[in-house]
């Protein structure tokens, strides 16, 4: 059976001596907090996310232009083709 749920005023009586002695306590005046730790957790994940993003355009953008530069060796005529991937590793480092 699932207890939660929000409780007004208007709200029968049973149900509220009901979760009180779920909870052990008012529910009028509970409060559901978070532990201290979880916006660490939490900022380290974004934190994350955004070093593996910024590491990942960065490799993306040198692997390309090694392309680009073995492509101006071989077919100069085709160089500006090559530009597309440079253009999409960097949105992943910025968008990432």
Do not use: H
């Given at each position: 059976?699932?207890?939660?749920?929000?409780?007004?005023?208007?709200?029968?009586?049973?149900?509220?001596?009901?979760?009180?002695?779920?909870?052990?306590?008012?529910?009028?005046?509970?409060?559901?907090?978070?532990?201290?730790?979880?916006?660490?957790?939490?900022?380290?994940?974004?934190?994350?996310?955004?070093?593996?993003?910024?590491?990942g355009?960065?490799?993306?953008?040198?692997?390309?232009?090694?392309?680009?530069?073995?492509?101006?060796?071989?077919?100069?005529?085709?160089?500006?083709?090559?530009?597309?991937?440079?253009?999409m590793?960097?949105?992943?480092?910025?968008?990432?």
């Amino acid at each position: 059976y699932n207890f939660f749920f929000i409780i007004n005023k208007n709200n029968n009586m049973d149900q509220q001596r009901l979760l009180e002695d779920y909870y052990g306590q008012d529910v009028n005046n509970m409060s559901y907090t978070c532990p201290s730790w979880a916006p660490i957790v939490g900022f380290s994940g974004i934190a994350c996310a955004v070093v593996f993003a910024n590491i990942g355009g960065a490799y993306g953008t040198a692997r390309a232009g090694q392309g680009i530069m073995n492509m101006g060796i071989r077919s100069p005529e085709l160089l500006m083709k090559n530009i597309i991937p440079v253009v999409m590793a960097g949105g992943v480092g910025v968008f990432g």
